[in-house]
């Protein structure tokens, strides 16, 4: 299934913008790109998706190039609330599953 | 809506026991997916279903995984006879037609098999 690849974990200050980058080389033409958050015993949560250029909303933006093979999601001014795991996905929209990887640990210290 | 309900919580049980997981997803949803997370293989997607009809349970490990869903609102994950490597998180997760994004995520059943 489709994969994709970000860093394994990340480490901010509070207050900072955090650039979390996903490369997914083989995206397909109806694909979307989404991204999740999770915290520790929870469930994951999403947080935005796009197709390309650029989307935001009221948590991140997210920014798509025109060759849509990689995407990045930018946290502004996080906080220690952000610490959490963040997996970028990509949605076959005609499977509708989403296929989970590994995904960034982001620790944020005060 | 109170969002997607999974019950129970935690559950500890010995090997060889039957365990029966249940979910409730958003009302109005007619996708809901279950998966797994353990820190070694992180979150698996085990089954999907459509309109209560399983559409991919090439994610469930072995025969000993089932999953049903009788109607809109229910729907169980059961492991007989469960097996300590089966120990894990449990997701139920639940979406729309007219969402395709966003899954919506229970708190998850923590599932120790001792």
């Known amino acids: 299934l489709a994969k994709t690849t970000q860093p394994i974990s990340m480490d901010s200050y509070e207050g900072q913008e955090v650039n979390i980058t996903c490369s997914h080389n083989n995206i397909a033409t109806n694909d979307y790109i989404t991204w999740y958050q999770q915290f520790p015993s929870q469930g994951p949560r999403f947080i935005i998706q796009g197709y390309k250029t650029k989307v935001t909303n009221e948590v991140a933006s997210l920014f798509i190039p025109a060759d849509r093979k990689s995407s990045t999601l930018s946290l502004p001014r996080v906080s220690l609330s952000d610490t959490a795991v963040y997996y970028c996905?990509?949605?076959?929209?005609?499977?509708?599953?989403?296929?989970f990887g590994s995904g960034t640990r982001l620790q944020v210290q005060p | 809506d109170a969002g997607v309900i999974q019950s129970p919580r935690h559950e500890v049980t010995e090997m060889g026991q039957e365990v029966t997981l249940r979910c409730k997803p958003i009302s109005g949803h007619d996708y809901l997916f279950w998966y797994r997370q353990t820190m070694m293989r992180g979150l698996e997607l085990l089954i999907y279903?459509?309109?209560?009809?399983?559409?991919?349970d090439s994610g469930m490990p072995e025969d000993r995984f089932s999953a049903k869903m009788p109607n809109a609102s229910f729907s169980t994950l059961k492991i007989q006879p469960s097996e300590p490597r089966d120990s894990a998180v449990y997701f139920c997760?639940?979406?729309?037609?007219?969402?395709?994004?966003?899954?919506?995520f229970g708190q998850g059943t923590r599932l120790t098999v001792v």
């Open positions: 279903f459509n309109n209560n009809v399983p559409i991919d």
């Open positions: 997760a639940s979406s729309s037609t007219g969402d395709y994004t966003e899954a919506f």
């Open positions: 996905l990509r949605l076959d929209t005609g499977r509708r599953a989403l296929t």
